[in-house]
């Protein structure tokens, strides 16, 4: 597709979308269009705005290509830059988006680690626990106290473990 030139001074013919004659860029003549050439802008910068509705990279990529074989029209030209300026944002949104998950991964296996830890010392000590009590038990020197304080940390210790369990489920869910 070529570009119209003014037929008496050969400057730039502003051409509109839609409209079936184009005034001269330096003289201000006016010269009529071809009807099927103002057929097809309109039909590609149509097509091109279908495209920019989807919103997403591919549409805007798309339009481009699209408004590309239209873009000695100023319009087309504006819509070309108004595409590139949404591409620049979905990237830099994507990015950002891809920051955030990477931090609250990471953030996701510390705690992760913490929790884990915990529960091998609480497991360990609820461990000796119910070794002293069985050691006290065989004895016969179990106080009350001290069965009370073990029992403790042996709920303790299958608190944290669901918890961890709970925690490490809802981790894999959410990706
Ligand atoms: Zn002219």
Do not use: W
Request: proline share 1%; glycine share 8%; net charge positive.
């Amino acid at each position: 597709m070529k570009p119209y030139t003014c037929p008496i001074c050969g400057g730039k013919l502003n051409i509109r979308i839609g409209a079936d004659q184009a005034e001269c860029d330096s003289c201000g003549r006016f010269q009529a269009l071809d009807a099927a050439d103002v057929a097809r802008y309109r039909e590609i910068f149509i097509g091109a705005e279908r495209a920019m509705r989807q919103n997403t990279a591919a549409g805007y990529e798309d339009a481009i290509r699209q408004l590309q074989a239209i873009a000695f029209i100023d319009e087309a030209r504006d819509k070309i830059k108004e595409c590139e300026q949404r591409l620049n944002e979905l990237r830099a949104d994507r990015l950002h988006r891809q920051e955030a998950n990477r931090l609250s991964d990471r953030r996701n296996t510390r705690l992760g680690i913490v929790l884990l830890i915990l529960t091998l010392l609480l497991c360990a000590a609820a461990l000796a626990g119910i070794v002293y009590l069985v050691v006290r038990f065989v004895q016969g020197t179990l106080s009350k106290g001290a069965m009370i304080t073990i029992l403790a940390v042996a709920l303790a210790a299958i608190v944290v473990s669901v918890l961890g369990k709970l925690f490490a489920g809802r981790g894999s869910d959410s990706k």
